[in-house]
């Protein structure tokens, strides 16, 4: 029965006392799910032959009021609250593929700027460009976004004295797909000091780690495999022990590995695409890329990822609009516009 027809029953039962046909629809119960039919079976039970009909509604609700809610009149709410995007004051460096990125008339990335509000936010914009990196439009659950894609020759980049160094606890949070199963690197240092942090795809495994001074071209500890033409949530954290780094990597609904890495290096500007020496790069599109100079709680990690996976769902390019070309013969002037191709 459509809510509509319900109403309307529970309409004529109150009014009009009509004990038959009851309407079968049903009531959400926190210990069991039970039919409008049997709650007023229930009630005339209850209630004794003597219980006259324009009453029967009203026992019906005193019955189950405390358990149940009648679908007719009250909305069911079974989704939990939805995810918020960070503050922006809580993060060191945000790149979002649908706020920053500045390109050319051709779709080429020139600059991706920074979008948390601390320190001062335009000195950690990434301003420096490898290859030509493109800004693709892609249809998501909120319509039509940019993402930032590299093709393996590709990365954009802010020198370590623009964007600072890190060197205690930090966190790296991405939105991204992997485009092949070549490897290369999704971030970097884009500096040699003070040391390398860094997530690269080898062998078809993920690696994370860290490198001192000169180990650019180094591979790191393998962590968890790669999925190609996927989007996924990883999370990257690198907490300082002593002596040694804690450096665990996550994927949503992708498991989570954990390892102590003898170093205690950190990094110094940061590059995406490609390593510190711009010659290991990764075919990846990537949404979203947000770095905190801290470990984040539980409850913030969750809210990040859940942001991110709301946002952007799965991002499909939308394709360029149809163009028909038309050359036509006709004879050239020796001088003026020459028209010879017609565009629509």
Same mark, same amino acid.
Do not use: H, K, M
């Given at each position: 029965m459509r809510l509509g027809q319900a109403s309307e029953g529970l309409y004529r039962l109150y009014m009009h006392c009509v004990p038959a046909p009851w309407p079968q629809f049903t009531t959400v119960d926190r210990q069991n799910r039970m039919p409008f039919s049997r709650l007023i079976h229930q009630a005339r039970l209850r209630a004794g032959a003597a219980m006259?009909?324009?009453?029967?509604?009203?026992?019906i609700v005193r019955l189950r009021l405390s358990r149940a809610v009648l679908l007719a009149s009250l909305p069911i709410l079974t989704a939990s609250a939805e995810p918020t995007a960070p503050a922006a004051d809580t993060v060191y460096a945000w790149y979002r /593929?649908?706020?920053g990125l500045q390109t050319s008339a051709t779709g080429q990335v020139t600059v991706w700027r920074n979008r948390a509000a601390t320190g001062t936010p335009a000195l950690r914009n990434l301003d420096r460009i490898s290859g030509t990196p493109l800004a693709v439009m892609c249809d998501t659950p909120g319509g039509p976004r940019s993402i930032l894609?590299?093709? @393996?020759?590709?990365?954009? !980049?802010?020198?370590?004295?623009? +964007?600072? =160094? &890190?060197?205690?606890s930090r966190t790296f949070?991405?939105?991204?797909? &992997?485009?092949?199963?070549?490897? @290369? +690197?999704? +971030?970097?240092?884009?500096?040699n000091a003070p040391g390398l942090t860094r997530a690269q795809v080898r062998g078809g495994s993920w690696q994370v780690?860290?490198?001192?001074?000169?180990? @650019?071209?180094?591979?790191? *500890?393998? *962590?968890?495999? %790669? %999925? %190609?033409?996927? !989007?996924q949530a990883h999370v990257f954290t690198f907490e300082p022990l002593t002596g040694a780094t804690r450096v665990t990597h996550a994927i949503r609904?992708? /498991?989570?590995?954990?390892? =102590?890495?003898?170093?205690?290096?950190?990094?110094? @500007?940061?590059?995406?695409?490609?390593? #510190?020496?711009? =010659?290991? /790069?990764?075919?990846?599109? #990537?949404?979203? +890329? &947000?770095?905190y100079s801290r470990i984040l709680t539980e409850p913030e990690l969750q809210n990040a990822v859940?942001?991110?996976v709301a946002k952007w769902g799965a991002p499909v390019e939308i394709p360029p609009p149809a163009c028909t070309v038309a050359q036509t013969s006709r004879v050239v002037p020796d001088y003026g516009l020459h028209a010879l191709l017609d565009v629509q």
């Open positions: 006259q009909p324009r009453d029967l509604l009203d026992r /593929g649908d706020d894609r590299c093709d @393996g020759l590709d990365a954009v !980049w802010g020198a370590s004295g623009n +964007f600072g =160094t &890190l060197a205690a949070v991405a939105y991204c797909r &992997l485009a092949s199963a070549n490897d @290369g +690197f999704l +971030f970097d240092g884009s500096a780690g860290l490198q001192p001074s000169g180990g @650019g071209a180094n591979a790191d *500890t393998n *962590t968890l495999p %790669t %999925t %190609t033409n996927v !989007w609904d992708g /498991g989570s590995l954990s390892y =102590t890495n003898n170093l205690t290096s950190g990094i110094g @500007g940061l590059i995406i695409g490609q390593n #510190v020496a711009a =010659t290991r /790069g990764l075919a990846v599109d #990537v949404a979203e +890329f &947000l770095v859940d942001y991110l």
